[in-house]
């Protein structure tokens, strides 16, 4: 019998299981820069928002009901709502909420959305247990380290291959801030990383669906309930990372180690992340941002006869689709993030509503936009011209998006989108108070009391 | 930036996330042969066997407790324990137990072993909503057939590259399962069979760790809960299989999709199934019975100088280890299964206890095993010769082991293993009803009259 039984072997593969176990296990607590830390915060304050701001969507009423058909042990909160559930169920379906919206945050550099996968275990396991908002935040950073310094390695050949990277890499960061917050050693955190290496979640094919959303929340369920297996003892391979059949090799082609090894416990990861301004994929910043400037300089979409846009290849590939039939989709079409951009000036979560998706003016200037690839043109940037009736050409470059790690939101602007998300769910008032016990979680004596105000009365 | 934005695309690929769906949603009950409908009995068997068996192990302890921190509601039953949990921990839990001692079903074209997931997330659910015996075989067949089917499209690319296959296939026939059981029309159908598909689980570098056996279980969870989900309204790709960044293109570049299609709904899978007779790895079993031979024809230990095994290279590759420290090693220890067969002339359970792993006269006999490839040689055949102190030579060749497809056990060897299981657990007069229902559960009123007896009183 003819087989290809070759293995794509690295011998020089080092021990990263082991290194990434010792690590989460010991390294310091607050073992790193104020800026690191307060960038810790301000994930996990984007994260909270996303998730309040979704609690109602019917992705999350239908995950919830299925979690409701385990009759689920009252644990944990699930966020914007008054249900509570089990820890693990805690962990899905807030994962999926804080993703819906597709509003969270996106380390660049591999387009993984960390906090999903990672705060939604951390929370629902810290709210069960009482830990202290310290523990949380160190949990967070440790956690995201490891999910994003996994994705450096891989990218971008395990995401080009099919792989939506923030579920098939979440569920290690999970499970390393869960054994962080359980105070497991080393050894078991090795396990716990080991177990979850089994469990990557996430095919592209499902962008446009609620299964993307789902993933973060699988990776989240998958990393809570691996710490846990491991602190009773369940066994993983030590080497589960980086053996030839581990899961590097077996999901990825591409494995550059030392993005793994690196500046371990110097250089963090979630000093690279970033929040998204607009409620859809991240490759059509730069095109929304560029409308809006449009929109700025008195360019009325009555006025427009074409919008022509040069963009990245990766741009069209992701979000190529040109006549989107409803809000899920028109988050993943660069053309409806450009007529939003010059119809509204904005793209939050309302301007991807189904009936704003549908409405005829935004069919029609969506008609509009004619996108050609210039691979010149960086993904995070775009050339936008706009023709318009009276034969005037209007011309805008966007090179740093804004929400990009060159241009940034400010602590202010997150705590409007904040507000933006939270506040129909949870009233003005309470979202004050929550931004703010967000902003002191690393002197919180006991998550519970931040979590608490996350649940409409 | 440069990006390798190519996609594995096959605009060949049939739908078979639809063509998958409307068949489990609509083909009929008992649309198959008697031949296959007790072949479906024989699986769930030897599954349940195999289950009980284990219970008591510490891979399901670890397990169990992990789940008990979620403070499971007590919707089913734990097989062979006392303990209930709800529906989704119980398909995790007894998933595993079904597959810890290695000594489950298996599909020899794919080394899928189909049962443990799809069985283990069956009976959970069937369990909980009182379903007849009757819907349970149904599912049981059409969910294999899934599994199985995608596992002959993939096999043996997707194997090789790293995957566990049972894990990999195992959550697309537990969703499929459960849909049927759930009786879900085909869209809703083909929505679980996409949220599992983004849910594959395990890699190879697992084996000999408690993770392998998690596969099973985690697989059986992740399509029980695709199944509810999609039952409340949660969506998916209707492509998530056959899509460019679909499942089967991100895991596997060998996908051949007329494995799925081809005679759907005529030949069923499950009549390919076959039952361990031996606690470890298919590709040993060979070499054990050739081994139980020679101890037949009077080999003793003691008087054996060397052992001259010749195999397909796969046998040394999946289970090469000469020096196995505990039971789970020597699962995967070709010259431990030899030494198993010279000495004991059986290899069940007991046989690989770490008190006779670790036996002296068990890891000399072992390190008298010299094996060589020999690629000419089938992989379920093996070529054994024994040397003699005094200097003979006494051959056997083993063309079909007992337990393969042309050299099946008997229903009666399925009892015999049965017991060996259940009777330290049950007790050998509830084993015998047990059996007995088992047989019986085509007709069976409702399933729960058949779990009760697998629970110890």
Known sequence: MARNTEVAADHDAPPITQIL???????????????????????????LGCAVGAAQHEAADAALAAVRMLEPAPQATVLGRKE?????????????????????????????????????????????????????????VLGIDVSCRVGNMMYPEHYDRGWHITGSTGMLGAAAGCARLLKLDARKT??????????????????GTMTKPFHPGGAARAGLMAALMASHGYTASPKALEAPRGFAQTVSTKNDWSQVT???????????????????????HPGIDACAQLRGQGVRPEQVERIELKVHSLVLELTGNKEPQDGLQAKFSVYHGCAAGLTFGRAA????????????????????????????????SVDVTAVLGDGRRVHVFVEHAIGSLRN????????????????????????GRLIEACWGMGSAADVRRVVELAVPH
Chains 1, 2 share one sequence.
């Not at 090795?190 to 962008?207: T, Y």
Request: negative net charge; aromatic residues 6%.
């Open 349 to 380: 979560e309302d301007e991807f509503a189904d009936e704003v998706v549908n409405r005829p003016d935004m069919v029609a200037l969506r008609r509009k936009v004619v996108a050609t690839v210039d691979d010149s043109i960086d993904e995070a």
């Open 262 to 284: 690196g500046e371990l416990g110097q250089r963090f990861e979630i000093s690279l992340n970033t929040y998204k301004p607009f409620a859809c994929g991240i490759v059509i």
């Open 21 to 47: 176990a010792q690590f989460v296990a010991g390294h310091p607590s607050r073992g790193w820069s104020d800026a690191v830390d307060h960038e810790a915060h301000r994930t996990f304050v984007n994260w």
């Open 408 to 431: 940034p939101m400010t602590d202010a602007l997150l705590e409007g989108k904040f507000h933006g998300l939270a506040d129909p769910v949870l009233g003005a008032a309470v979202t």
């Open 84 to 140: 509570r559930v089990d820890m693990a169920s805690a962990a899905l379906v807030n994962g999926i909420s804080s993703h819906t919206f597709d509003f969270d945050d996106t380390h660049l550099k591999t387009i993984i959305h960390p906090a999903g996968p990672v705060a939604s275990a951390l929370l629902a396991l810290a709210e069960h247990q009482g830990s202290s908002g310290r523990e949380l935040i160190d949990a967070l």
């Open 190 to 207: 090795q396990m716990a990383l080991g177990i979850a290496a089994s469990q990557p979640v996430g095919m592209r094919e499902q962008f």
